[in-house]
């Protein structure tokens, strides 16, 4: 029913910034909140931000104080906006949002990849 659709990822090199957006679609009714996780090579998937219909923001510890998610004026696209990038970032970057209860992500994106490197 709902769809979303992560773009934006690519080559970055360390220190650098990059955005990637998450189009949401097929929304019937409001979204609890939306967040992004990520999965490098070999490691687990680890929660990176997320954020609430009402605006409360939290972060994963290890992209606290450089990263920032937001949401666009028509509420259908979330953004996370990421600084200071260094080579362990590189990773998968997938996109969810809980629909149906809060907390709980029960529709994902396909994921974009973005590699730190020079």
């Known amino acids: 029913q709902v769809q979303l659709v992560e773009s934006g990822g690519g080559l970055v090199q360390p220190g650098g910034s990059l955005r990637l957006p998450c189009a949401a679609s097929g929304i019937s009714g409001n979204i609890y909140d939306m967040g992004w996780y990520r999965q490098g090579p070999g490691k687990q998937r680890e929660f990176v931000a997320r954020i609430t219909t009402g605006g409360n923001t939290y972060y994963g510890n290890s992209v606290k104080g450089r990263s920032a998610i937001f949401r666009d004026n028509t509420r259908n696209t979330v953004y996370l906006q990421m600084y200071s990038l260094k080579p362990e970032d590189t990773a998968v970057y997938s996109c969810?949002?809980?629909?149906?209860?809060?907390?709980?992500?029960?529709?994902w994106g396909q994921g974009t990849q973005v590699t730190v490197s020079s």
């Open positions: 969810a949002a809980a629909i149906r209860t809060p907390g709980i992500y029960d529709t």
